[in-house]
């Protein structure tokens, strides 16, 4: 009996210990994160001072599902529509931003002898920032309404889509074990990932909501957190099934939930219980802090303290102008990202537990993200004289020059090949995923399972063949329909191209055409598979087939019924508020 309960005295141990820190640093005004973090030191292995937890062992189980609720939250406050209508400005800074530290850390990692893929993370983890501390630090200073803030939002929402992108990466770094050859397979890696999101949104926001909207009357407040954590974590096993990590799977049903109509009673919900988790997930960082290591690298600490108060807070600043924002902006934004935040040692851990990273980074990054994060209301308070300096001392003409330029050029108003291919581009992608998605369960799961019940025994192969590739055919043509339809809207646009331009015919003809090459495509595959006809004579029957959709639009319109019930329930969560103030009146 008492070994069972040494989970327990561990779990009372670090709870009592991170609230008693708890109300310590809300009396000091600081980061409850620092406090979990102080108090995972206290109670840890290597102080001795404190009573210690007992069995390391259980407590990393534990603190793993900190993550998966860390993120599981996150994603619940994550919004891709919200991401998309932002603007590229937000875009262009984070890109230039990440690859700037990134470029920082690869060179401080050849300067201490570390591996290319070592390098790179060390830059990817200086490059995060803490959403956490620096929302804190924009309700404390009053500072919500500032025309800096939505950009530094955004730009921090897109870190943290880079940071689960750094862990997908980290495990294929970790199963090839030679960086010179991890190359190819961590191009491979993120092809994968940006197939299952989509695959997981689309399949998700198609199933979810459609759920939540028929059993709504069944579902109270327990079911629906019931339902909500056996989603996140039924989630998390399919993604560590097909190669991902825990917090990916977290992450991607999170995202999903935040755009059903549930999303507020979900956040609700299981905010207690991510707090929790999340509480003992940072105590365990705060856990394999090592007085000695801090001693023995203290100057890599240092560097990196300073790299982050100044190269970051400076590169992020010329991130912003170099994408459109002005000086005043650029440079709040700049000093706003400059620490190292909890995304940082979760990398970090990750890292370290797969054998990316040296042992002693962990500690090494938690030290510097301690400090960072400490200096975060003062360096954001210090942008604005650093700013009345540069604005006494540069010339009138070169503000002038920073205010005005962007990388992203003016907007002409004309429209172009760009104009042709963006319009269609998510549209393209999503049903290509979804048309791959369905040759993969027809011919890999669904016509295997039919073989075995021997039903072709009764047929002639042929009349057999023919059946299953007709079936093939009429379940992917939904998805093929979606591939090669244009909305109204769409069509009307690409009229208008060509009336103003008759150049652009041929951007709008040669982006057609591809996209009924790809339609083409999985036609040809479903065919070759039964046929044993010469490839020409199957060439032959897919542009037949092909022809046959391009000219029967009205006829194979049925088929966008699948598209739009995806857009009702991808749209219900902004219609629903719509729908009440109606009820109302």
């Not at 210690?52 to 609720?69: H, K, L, M, Q, R």
């Not at 009053?142 to 889509?161: A, G, R, S, W, Y």
């Not at 339809?485 to 191209?497: A, E, G, L, S």
């Amino acid at each position: 009996m008492a070994e069972n309960l040494k989970l327990v005295s561990d779990l009372a141990l670090i709870l009592i210990s991170a609230g008693v820190m708890t109300i310590v640093f809300k009396l000091l005004k600081q980061p409850l994160v620092l406090g979990y973090i102080v108090a995972g030191f206290l109670v840890g292995p290597h102080l001795n001072i404190f009573p210690t937890v007992t069995d390391t062992t259980n407590i990393e189980v534990w603190s793993e599902i900190g993550i998966i609720f860390l993120l599981f939250g996150l994603g619940l406050e994550f919004s891709f529509k919200k991401l998309f209508s932002v603007g590229s400005k937000a875009f262009v800074t984070a890109f230039l931003e990440i690859l700037a530290m990134i470029a920082v850390g690869m060179l401080l990692g050849f300067v201490m002898g570390w591996s290319v893929m070592e390098s790179i993370f060390l830059g990817g983890m200086l490059a995060m920032s803490s959403t956490t501390i620096i929302i804190k630090a924009f309700d404390d200073m009053n500072l919500k309404d500032e025309p800096f803030v939505d950009l530094t939002l955004v730009v921090l929402i897109i870190q943290d889509v880079v940071a689960v992108v750094m862990m997908v990466l980290m495990s294929t770094t970790a199963a090839s074990k030679q960086a010179s050859g991890a190359g190819m397979e961590m191009l491979m890696s993120v092809v994968k990932l940006v197939f299952f999101l989509i695959l997981w949104f689309v399949v998700g926001i198609y199933v979810i909501p459609t759920f939540f909207k028929k059993a709504k009357k069944y579902i109270n407040d327990e079911t629906l957190l019931i339902i909500s954590i056996g989603l996140c974590f039924g989630m998390v096993i399919i993604a560590n099934n097909v190669g991902f990590s825990s917090a990916l799977g977290a992450f991607v049903i999170g995202s999903i939930l935040s755009e059903t109509i549930e999303s507020e009673r979900i956040i609700r919900l299981t905010g207690s219980i991510k707090d929790l988790f999340g509480a003992i997930f940072f105590v365990s960082v705060g856990m394999m802090i090592d007085p000695q290591i801090i001693v023995q690298y203290w100057k890599l600490i240092l560097s990196l303290v300073i790299i982050t108060l100044v190269i970051k807070a400076l590169v992020s600043s010329a991130s912003a102008l170099v994408a459109g924002a002005s000086l005043e902006d650029s440079l709040k934004t700049g000093f706003t990202l400059s620490q190292v935040g909890e995304f940082a040692f979760i990398i970090a851990s990750v890292g370290v537990t797969q054998g990316v990273l040296p042992k002693h980074i962990y500690p090494v990054i938690i030290a510097t993200s301690v400090i960072s994060t400490f200096t975060t209301p003062y360096w954001i308070k210090a942008a604005s004289p650093f700013y009345r300096f540069l604005n006494r001392v540069l010339p009138d003409n070169v503000k002038a020059r920073m205010d005005e330029y962007s990388l992203l050029g003016r907007k002409t108003g004309n429209k172009n090949w760009r104009t042709v291919i963006v319009s269609t581009l998510p549209r393209v992608l999503v049903f290509f995923v979804l048309c791959f998605a369905m040759l993969v369960l027809l011919f890999d799961h669904l016509w295997p399972f039919v073989k075995q019940l021997e039903i072709g025994k009764f047929l002639p192969q042929w009349l057999y063949n023919t059946i299953l590739a007709l079936l093939s055919l009429l379940l992917i043509m939904p998805f093929l329909f979606g591939l090669v339809h244009n909305k109204q809207k769409v069509r009307q646009m690409y009229i208008d191209m060509i009336q103003e331009n008759k150049a652009n015919t041929i951007a709008v003809v040669v982006w057609t055409l591809i996209r009924f090459v790809l339609a083409g495509f999985f036609v040809f595959s479903i065919l070759i598979n039964f046929f044993k006809y010469t490839k020409w004579v199957i060439v032959l029957i897919t542009i037949a087939i092909i022809l046959f959709m391009m000219f029967s639009g009205r006829t194979l319109r049925q088929f966008s019924f699948l598209e739009n019930k995806f857009m009702e329930n991808l749209n219900a969560k902004e219609r629903t508020p719509q729908k009440k103030e109606i009820e109302k009146k």
